[in-house]
């Protein structure tokens, strides 16, 4: 059984800074991309960020330049490093990778459970 934990939610003042990890763990073969979402009370879960297997990156217009995704290839994680946090970003955030349990499986969608981000003052 796979599965995804999240770690590194709390509160942050505006401005401030906060490192999200996330841990795959169980039966894995092969990760492919990993992403993360996040949703806003009232709001529909939207994408913040993804990368590759081969590190290569994408963010939402709105976090571009103050949010930073990476992973661990070799430990099964991937991070997402927030600067310059504002209230707008609060939100839960939740990981989500594409894994392959086994050689003879295709890939199957994974999400976390989501770790709580709050902004304010």
């Known amino acids: 059984q796979v599965q995804l934990v999240e770690s590194g939610g709390g509160l942050v003042q505006p401005g401030g800074s906060l490192r999200l990890s996330c841990a795959a763990s169980?039966?894995?073969?092969?990760?492919?991309?990993m992403r993360w979402y996040r949703q806003a009370p009232g709001k529909q879960r939207e994408l913040v960020a993804t990368?590759?297997?081969?590190?290569?990156?994408n963010y939402l217009d709105s976090v571009q330049g103050r949010f930073t995704i990476s992973r661990d290839n070799a430990k099964n994680t991937v991070d997402l490093q927030m600067h310059s946090l504002k209230p707008e970003d609060t939100a839960v955030y939740y990981c989500?990778?594409?894994?392959?349990?086994?050689?003879?499986?295709?890939?199957?969608?994974?999400w976390g459970q989501g770790t709580q981000v709050t902004v304010s003052s």
């Open positions: 990368i590759t297997s081969y590190g290569i990156t």
């Open positions: 169980g039966n894995i073969f092969s990760i492919g991309i």
């Open positions: 989500n990778a594409d894994i392959r349990p086994t050689r003879s499986q295709a890939n199957n969608n994974y």
